[in-house]
């Protein structure tokens, strides 16, 4: 009966860790999921820096210098100097 009692355990201790592996908390799919948010969230972080990094150096642009800002006036706003004549062109 000893004989065959530890076959038994051992295959029952198999099934659940092979059940652990493809049903449970770390299984496979799981973390192949967790892996494809974690790419997701990366990329989206990614993006989010390069927006940050654009803006603080537009902040640095309008502390530091007249430039930026009266080019902003001009594109955004219309802003046109005194004596200066606006001309608009529409390429084709």
Known sequence: MA???????LLVLLAALHAQLWLGRGSIPRVQEMQRQLAAQTAANDQARQANERLNSEVHDLKE??????????????????????VQFTPR
């Not at 004989?3 to 355990?9: A, E, M």
């Not at 210098?65 to 005194?82: H, N, T, W």
């Open 65 to 86: 210098g007249l430039d930026m800002v009266e080019e902003k006036a001009r594109s955004e706003l219309g802003m046109v100097k005194p004596n200066e004549v606006y």
């Open 3 to 9: 004989s065959r009692l530890v076959p038994v355990v």
